[in-house]
């Protein structure tokens, strides 16, 4: 969980189909938006985010520029250290990043790069915690796909930095295609901010189907363990098992 972006799998998706239907000559409609929304959880720790992908060029199965929004609310505690009471912590956060993706058969390359926005409320008030009041910055993103359905396996990495309270964030995940529809496999990621560092080892599910003719949906679920650098404390809670469960389409 972090307060950057959690998945842009349908990008992949997209490419790779948009690449098969060209191949086979099939007349489709192109696929232009990719929206996604999730719920995290983890100790002390909930999470909540949405994002919409546009591909400027109305085909999300080509090179082009692309335009994101990202949102997301983390509710969380801690044990004070200056008052002997926990600490009630939210923080929203709020980005707008045009980018760019290179899409080579079933391999998309791409970046974004914007505006972030967050804010950060504590209660009762930790003068011990940087990550308080509001903070914008410049925020940079990167990732490649690798998504074939007529491959054995997927992999995906992305990574994530924003100046806005030092707000970073990377995934790795790969995965073997048990059928059509379903691919499982190992996830890592690391997440953080100032004054606090996470790691995340588990592994993933994700089931694909139509919710209606020509709009796909995919469903994704990751848990696994949650490891935190010794002192910190933050938006993504303290170690133990999370869970997180994603749902995506395009249209």
Not at 41 to 64: C, F, H, K, V
Not at 128 to 151: I, P, S, W
Not at 219 to 240: C, K, N, P
Request: glycine content about 12%; overall charge negative.
């Amino acid at each position: 969980m972090h307060a950057v972006c959690r998945s842009h799998a349908r990008l992949r998706i997209a490419a790779a189909c948009g690449a098969m239907l060209s191949a086979w000559g099939a007349a489709a409609e192109p696929q232009a938006y990719e929206v996604d929304a999730g719920f995290d959880a983890a100790p002390q720790s909930l999470y909540w985010y949405s994002e919409a992908i546009t591909a400027l060029n109305r085909d999300m199965a080509r090179d082009g520029f692309l335009l994101r929004v990202y949102g997301s609310l983390a509710v969380y505690q801690y044990p004070g250290t200056v008052v002997d009471e926990t600490i009630d912590g939210t923080l929203w956060q709020l980005d707008l990043m045009p980018g760019y993706q290179w899409v080579r058969g079933p391999t998309t390359f791409g970046g974004f790069v914007g505006f972030d926005y967050q804010q950060s409320r504590l209660s009762p008030t930790d003068p011990t915690n940087a990550v308080r009041g509001t903070a914008t910055g410049l925020k940079v993103e990167g990732h490649y796909y690798f998504a074939d359905d007529k491959q054995p396996v997927e992999a995906s990495l992305v990574g994530e930095y924003s100046t806005a309270f030092d707000t970073y964030y990377a995934e790795l995940r790969i995965g073997a295609r048990i059928c059509d529809k379903l691919v499982v496999g190992p996830d890592a990621s690391v997440d953080g901010d100032t004054g606090y560092d996470a790691q995340r080892l588990g592994g993933y599910a994700k089931f694909a189907f139509e919710m209606t003719k020509g709009v796909p949906l995919e469903l994704t679920l990751i848990a696994g363990h949650q490891f935190v650098s010794s002192g910190g404390t933050g938006f993504g809670g303290d170690a133990g098992t999370f869970g997180t469960l994603e749902i995506d389409t395009d249209f």
